[in-house]
């Protein structure tokens, strides 16, 4: 009967630490699972961080306008870009010629591909017309482009003055809640439009600009970023104005903590100094990035605007830009009607000054 016992006891012995066995080589398993993937994961960043990516959606008339956003970068970087360009079948052609002549012309620092327009089948009028035409791609870039990890995304009526290095480098201030990182519309509620007249929920207090958009892609599709857009365009289409931004609002809006606020110099508007001096920042740093929203660069409201413009639509991909381009500014500028944006001329000219001084062995100025 003792034997039995001691027996019963050796076997009861042995199944526990069989057990124990398993457990730990399954928890090994899983943990090397897991390694694995978040090291595909870094790996994935590291690759693109490689080469700054930067991605804009174009379709129909906005094509010269886009053009400027490239030129801008190569003016004020000399790092590797890669171009991700979401654009119709009627300008592929065109942005493919253009393009790779200025890859040449730029000794390779530009690179690109060029994305086909893609909505769901499911209320794709409704997607592409919510906006501006081609507009809300944007909102669905998560899910086409899986092999991007991260991407700065602007409108195409912007321009950099300065290197795209430093606004990426914004990458690297996100916490583990960050998946994106933006400029308030305005920070006072008497100029911003969504304290004042929005009708559906918003960020904060006066709610985000679009314009540019810093897109952590890898935390946007675990985020489930694509799954919530559907739903909240059906709700609220016929209180959203301004289309793509608004659905990002209203996201935001609910997940605060998903966004890291940009300066108002990194996405500067008219709003910023046509009423006086709003952008405290751009105005003792410098303005950054000018988005030149409700046609700013194409009407004679916002000369300073204009003036920045034109040079940069001027200048040939390919040429030493060290004096001419500021030539072209300060020739703009002169001829420009006095405007409460021209009289901050010197928040304007800043970045681009230091910046040119900065990649060219011949002082300006």
Not at 181 to 206: C, I, Q, T
Request: with cysteine.
């Amino acid at each position: 009967m003792r034997k039995f016992f001691l027996c019963k006891w050796f076997i009861t012995i042995f199944v526990c630490v069989l057990i124990i066995y398993m457990c730990y080589e399954n928890y090994k398993t899983a943990s090397l699972q897991n390694i694995k993937k978040n090291n595909s994961r870094t790996n994935i960043f590291s690759k693109s961080s490689e080469k700054i990516i930067l991605s804009f959606v174009v379709c129909d008339s906005r094509f010269n306008e886009s053009l400027n956003v490239v030129k801008s970068v190569l003016l004020f970087t000399k790092t590797p870009v890669h171009f991700v360009i979401f654009t119709d079948e009627n300008l592929r052609h065109k942005f493919n010629k253009t393009l790779t002549e200025w890859k040449r012309l730029s000794k390779n620092q530009l690179d690109f591909e060029l994305q086909k327009i893609h909505f769901p089948e499911a209320h794709r009028e409704d997607w592409m017309n919510l906006f501006s035409k081609c507009a809300a791609q944007r909102l669905f870039i998560p899910k086409l482009v899986p092999h991007i990890d991260s991407m700065i995304y602007v409108d195409t009526d912007t321009l950099f003055l300065g290197p795209v290095d430093e606004l990426w480098s914004f990458f690297l201030k996100f916490n583990s809640s960050h998946i994106s990182a933006m400029a308030l519309e305005d920070d006072n509620p008497n100029v911003s439009w969504y304290p004042r007249f929005a009708k559906h929920p918003f960020y904060g207090k006066y709610g985000l600009n679009s314009g540019v958009m810093l897109m952590n892609l890898t935390r946007m599709r675990d985020f489930g970023w694509v799954d919530y857009v559907t739903p909240i365009m059906l709700k609220w289409k016929l209180y959203i104005p301004w289309g793509d931004q608004d659905i990002i609002n209203i996201i935001f809006h609910y997940h605060e903590n998903a966004v890291l606020e940009l300066s108002c110099r990194y996405n500067y508007r008219a709003d910023q100094c046509m009423y006086g001096d709003a952008c405290t920042d751009a105005t003792s740093s410098g303005v950054f990035l000018l988005h030149g929203s409700r046609q700013a660069f194409h009407n004679n409201k916002q000369p300073a605007f204009q003036a920045i413009y034109k040079a940069i639509d001027e200048y040939e991909v390919g040429t030493d830009p060290s004096r001419s381009l500021l030539n072209s500014i300060e020739k703009y500028f002169s001829k420009a009607p006095s405007s409460n944006c021209g009289n901050l001329k010197d928040a304007f000219l800043r970045v681009p000054i230091r910046t040119l001084n900065d990649l060219y062995s011949v002082p300006i100025r």
